[in-house]
């Protein structure tokens, strides 16, 4: 009974938010890491990165032996475990009586794969914080590249390894949800619009016809120079063509359309310079895009973001990072995401991209083109966990995440939650740091950066418009924001247009920005549809401000130490939506479940 912490074998023990180093070994039974035996009460929030020995029977990573009335939770090993007889060796757990919850142990360093009651993760998976989704953040540091630890009881130094990926990725797969189709190069990426367009013909677009799979197998460079030469049949000047795009040349099917329906999961692997570049038109390409029954002379490469338009309820995005991408147009009539142009009823979740989106598209009239860091337009999709980091320009509907965020009723809400922006978001009008045009929910999100344009621009959201069939809410979000514009600037909404019957509920959110403008601007609103707004215990740091003595359309302003302090918050939620800490966020109220980064 041998481990970094022994309690008495008898009585009840509760152990939260320690951990373990260095090396614990014993030639007998019963070596664990973390402790030797459980015999009641509860472990939580813990772990152990000791080295283990055992040279009996049971030796694991955390636990060697669990009773029947404990209980381990949100714990996780990873250390290396050996003993003079492999049989007994787990890389958690060996022998397991009561009950495991949420925790993990590194398969790769600990060499064992197997163990009673946690999860087995490799070691990449390990160093992901999205591998710890349902872990208290405010416990918890999760950060990229390494290991969890105690923020209430730091490791020095925090253990970082480097990854070296020695599988080998082998493309394949039937595209079912259990055997997905494994993408390992830029051919396999190009191939998915193939098997889209197949599958899809074979259906005629029946909505219930299941969703093919397909699931990233390893990181992918798809550096413009690279292949341009070693895939000269389908890579052009123009870049990587759009996975879900229209398609009209095949005279079985007229005026045929497939889009992207399925899911994609990118298993937390990257795709690497990702470039789109439509500003001069190839004449070498025949094949024609149609837009509203016009030959617009572009090709099936036409910007639309990589995976073009995503469609129905059942597609998703997910668990995937773009890294360096590179979308330039001027010459496409289209809404632009780095993403995706349009997600319509589909889901985007933990999408991380880095770059710039670039759209010098400029229709006039009452038709635009939104442009987005992530996604054009959302229309009753829901976005979560995404980021974008980097330089969005358009024209109108410009949004650091999306650039319209739209809902067709009440119970089809275009959602952003859990998200964030950090850039330069410009445009002319209605543009935002994370949406430019939006009649949605947004939810927990957080903008820092700068923003600028002409009319409706916000540090936020460029122009937030209740329709009345949608009942939205702006609830729990901040933005620091640098806005400069025109007319309607504001530092969190430029303009706040409603319906005087169903008003939009902006709710607990606040900002630290500074506001320039040439005819009207205010720290929280730029304008609003009346001075009645729904506005509900939100806040502006008035030391940005020129006037600190009069409410902004419901917004109240505090000083820049009052806005630090969490009795200024009025019925906010701290103990599971906001946290407070002069260490964390300039010591400004930030989103537990969407720390600042």
């Not at 404990?70 to 050996?82: E, R």
């Not at 009561?98 to 794969?113: E, H, M, P, R, T």
């Not at 330069?424 to 009008?429: E, L, R, V, Y």
């Amino acid at each position: 009974f041998v481990g970094s912490i022994n309690p008495p074998y008898d009585g009840t023990i509760f152990i939260s938010k320690c951990y373990s180093s260095g090396s614990v070994s014993g030639s007998g039974n019963y070596i664990g890491g973390f402790i030797g035996t459980q015999e009641d009460g509860n472990i939580s929030d813990s772990y152990s990165i000791s080295n283990v020995f055992g040279g009996g029977m049971f030796t694991a990573g955390f636990a060697a032996k669990q009773e029947s009335n404990s209980v381990i939770k949100k714990s996780y090993f990873a250390g290396q475990v050996a003993c003079s007889n492999p049989y007994y060796c787990k890389g958690f757990c060996s022998v397991y009586n009561g009950l495991i919850q949420n925790s993990y142990w590194d398969k790769d360093l600990s060499q064992q794969s197997t163990s009673n009651g946690a999860t087995g993760k490799t070691t990449p998976q390990m160093v992901t914080p999205s591998t710890f989704n349902d872990w208290n953040s405010q416990i918890w540091n999760l950060e990229e590249g390494c290991y969890p630890t105690l923020k209430n009881n730091p490791q020095t130094p925090k253990l970082c390894p480097e990854i070296t990926t020695t599988t080998t990725c082998v493309s394949g797969g039937t595209g079912t949800s259990g055997d997905p189709f494994v993408i390992c190069n830029p051919q396999d990426l190009y191939n998915i619009r193939n098997k889209l367009y197949e599958y899809q013909k074979l259906y005629f677009q029946d909505s219930a016809t299941p969703k093919l799979h397909f699931v990233l197998g390893q990181d992918i460079d798809l550096d413009h120079t690279k292949l341009l030469t070693e895939y000269p049949s389908w890579y052009k000047n123009y870049g990587f063509p759009s996975i879900g795009a229209l398609f009209v040349t095949d005279a079985s099917v007229p005026d045929f359309e497939f889009y992207f329906r399925g899911v994609f999961d990118g298993n937390n692997h990257k795709l690497k310079n990702v470039y789109i570049n439509r500003t001069t038109i190839d004449p070498t390409d025949v094949t024609k895009l149609y837009y509203n029954g016009l030959d617009y002379n572009s090709s099936i490469h036409q910007t639309e973001g990589l995976f073009g338009k995503i469609v129905d309820v059942d597609s998703e995005i997910k668990n995937l990072i773009i890294e360096n991408v590179n979308v330039n147009n001027s010459i496409d009539y289209t809404s632009i995401g780095g993403l995706s142009n349009k997600l319509y009823y589909g889901k985007i979740n933990n999408i991380k991209i880095n770059g710039k989106v670039i759209n010098s598209i400029s229709p006039g009239g009452t038709t635009d083109f939104p442009t987005g860091g992530l996604v054009g337009e959302n229309t009753g999709g829901e976005i979560t966990n995404s980021s974008f980091d980097g330089n969005v320009s358009g024209d109108d509907r410009v949004g650091g995440l999306v650039g319209f965020n739209n809902s067709l009723s009440q119970y089809n809400l275009g959602k952003i939650i859990k998200s964030f922006v950090k850039g330069k978001i410009s445009g002319k009008d209605n543009v935002g740091g994370l949406v430019g045009y939006n009649n949605g929910d947004i939810i927990k999100n957080y903008f820092f950066g700068d923003v600028n344009g002409n009319a409706n621009i916000g540090g936020l959201i460029g122009f937030n418009k209740e329709e009345a069939t949608a009942n939205t809410k702006i609830e729990n979000n901040y933005s620091f924001a640098n806005v400069i514009g025109i007319n309607k600037v504001g530092g969190f909404i430029g303009f706040n247009y409603y319906p005087s019957s169903n008003l939009s509920d902006v709710k607990n959110n606040y900002t630290v920005s500074t506001v320039s403008e040439v005819y009207t601007s205010y720290p929280f609103f730029g304008a609003s549809h009346t001075n009645s707004a729904n506005t509900q215990n939100s806040y502006f740091d008035c030391s940005h401000a020129t006037d600190c003595s009069t409410l902004n359309y419901l917004a109240i302003p505090k000083t820049n130490s009052q806005m630090r302090i969490q009795s200024t918050f009025t019925n906010w939620n701290f103990s599971s939506i906001w946290g407070i800490n002069p260490t964390i966020n300039n010591g400004y109220p930030y989103l537990l479940e969407n720390q600042p980064q």
